[in-house]
C-alpha cells in the first residue's frame, strides 16, 4: 500500500508495486528504475526484521521520487537509502520527505498526459541529451564495464536487436537494481546521431522494472527495454521478442534466430572494444576513478559504428544503382554472409530502400 506521498493528488495506482520488485521479500535491500505513466522512478527497499506478529516478523518500505526524466534520478539515491532506513526505525515521521519536496518539486504531467508547464523528458533524439547521460551504478567499477563483463560478446547480439528497436525483457531475480542499470546500457547500444534518419522509427525505450500489473501497458508497445523478476514472463511470448536470463538471450522468433549467432566480425568488433578500453585504462593514472571516461567510450564506440552503418546505407540508396555488396558489408564492420538477415531486418525497419547483392557464398 502507499502510506504517503506529495503531492497528495497524484495518481500513484500501481507505483506500490513499481517500488517494490516482486521477491524483494528475499533481499535485505535493493534500488528500482521504473516508469509510471510519462515519468520515470527511482525507489530504494529495505526490509528489517521486528517482533511484530501484525507484521510476520519483518517490516519492509520503499521510499521513492517521479521525475519527467530518469537521468538525474541517481542524484538522490543516498538521499532516498536514508529515509527508507528511518521510515523503517521511526514510521510516520514524514518531515525529512516534506522538506526534500518543498525543495526539489516540479510541474508533472497530469493524468491526460498534459505537461503543466514543462515538456517532459524521456530518451529524446538529440545528441547532447543521450550520448552523456548521467547515471552512475553504486560500485566504482561503472555501469558499462560491469555490462561488458556479464554479457561479454553477447552484447554485440543485444547490440542489433536493440538497433532493430526489438522488445527486449531481461529476467533476474531480485536484487533489481543492477538489472536496471542493464536496461539503460542496452539503450545506449543503439545510439544514432546522423541527422534525418529514422523519423518514423519507434524510439528505444528504458522501461526499466515492469511486473504483471504492467502487461496491459506492454501489449501496446512496438519497442523497449526492460526487466522483471517474475518468470511467469517468459511464457507471455507475445509480450517480447527477446528474452534475456541472466547471460542467456534468446529468442521466440524464427527469422530472428540467426541473429544470436556471434559471427567474425561481431568477434572483431569485441576485440576492438576491449583493446580501447585497455588502453583507456593504460592511460589513467593509478587509482583514479575512470568509470566515467568508460562510459563515454562504451556509448561513443556503439554510436559511431551505428553511424557508420547508416551513412553507408543512405549513399547507397541515393545512388543510382542502390546496390548493397559484399564489400558494402565489411566496409559497415558487418560480416556478409552471418549479418546478411540482420541488414534485412535493418533496411525495413529504418524504410532504406537498397538492393541486397550477397546472396552467393562463395562471393565471400
Known amino acids: 500500500m502507499v502510506e504517503w506521498c506529495l503531492p497528495q493528488d497524484i495518481d500513484l495506482e500501481g507505483v506500490e508495486f513499481k517500488s517494490m520488485a516482486s521477491g524483494s521479500h528475499k533481499i ?14 527511482l525507489a530504494c527497499f529495505a526490509n528489517m526484521p521486528v517482533e511484530s506478529e501484525l507484521e510476520r516478523g519483518a517490516r519492509m518500505k520503499s521510499v521513492g521520487i ?7 534520478l541517481y542524484r538522490y539515491m543516498h538521499f532516498l537509502e536514508n529515509q527508507v532506513r528511518h521510515q523503517l526505525e521511526m514510521p510516520g ?57 556479464f554479457f561479454g560478446e553477447q552484447i ?16 533476474s531475480p531480485p536484487p533489481v537494481g543492477v538489472v536496471c542499470y542493464r536496461v539503460y546500457c542496452c539503450c545506449c547500444l543503439a545510439n544514432v546521431s546522423l541527422p534525418g534518419l529514422g523519423g518514423t522509427v519507434p524510439e528505444s525505450k528504458p522501461f526499466f522494472y515492469v511486473n504483471v500489473a504492467d502487461i ?40 530472428l534466430q540467426p541473429l544470436l549467432k556471434i559471427n567474425n566480425a561481431d568477434k ?10 585497455q588502453m583507456l585504462m593504460y592511460s589513467q593514472e593509478v587509482g583514479e576513478d575512470c568509470s566515467s571516461c568508460e562510459e563515454d567510450l562504451f556509448i561513443l564506440f556503439f554510436m559511431e559504428q551505428n553511424n557508420r552503418i547508416f551513412q553507408t546505407l543512405m549513399e547507397v540508396s541515393a545512388s543510382q544503382d542502390k546496390t548493397l555488396t559484399a564489400d558494402h558489408a565489411r566496409g559497415m564492420g558487418l560480416d556478409p554472409q552471418g549479418d546478411r538477415s540482420f541488414l ?13 547483392v550477397i546472396d ?3 562471393c565471400t
Open 28 to 41: 535485505q535491500s535493493d534500488f528500482i528504475y521504473f516508469r509510471k505513466g510519462l515519468c520515470f522512478g
Open 93 to 149: 515521521h514524514y518531515s525529512h520527505l516534506e522538506a526534500f519536496y518543498d525543495d526539489k518539486k516540479g510541474v508533472l504531467p497530469d493524468s491526460k498526459g498534459t505537461p503543466t508547464s514543462q515538456q517532459p523528458v524521456h530518451w529524446l533524439p538529440s545528441i547532447h541529451r543521450y550520448m552523456y547521460p548521467e547515471m552512475k551504478i553504486t560500485h566504482p567499477a561503472g555501469c558499462m564495464s560491469q555490462f561488458i563483463k
Open 268 to 277: 572483431e568488433k569485441y576485440r576492438r572494444l576491449n583493446d580501447q578500453r
Open 66 to 72: 517521479l521525475s519527467p526524466s530518469y537521468t538525474l
Open 216 to 255: 496491459e501497458m506492454l501489449e501496446t508497445e512496438v519497442s523497449y527495454v526492460a526487466c522483471t523478476t517474475e518468470k511467469i514472463f517468459e511464457e507471455k511470448r507475445d509480450l517480447y521478442d527477446v528474452y534475456v536470463d541472466n547471460q542467456n538471450v534468446k529468442t521466440h522468433h524464427e527469422h
Open 156 to 171: 554485440l547480439v543485444l547490440w542489433k536487436f536493440a538497433l532493430l528497436r526489438k522488445r527486449i525483457l531481461i529476467f
Open 360 to 362: 552467393n557464398p562463395c
Open 344 to 356: 534485412m531486418d535493418l533496411l525495413e525497419v529504418y524504410g532504406i530502400d537498397v538492393m541486397l
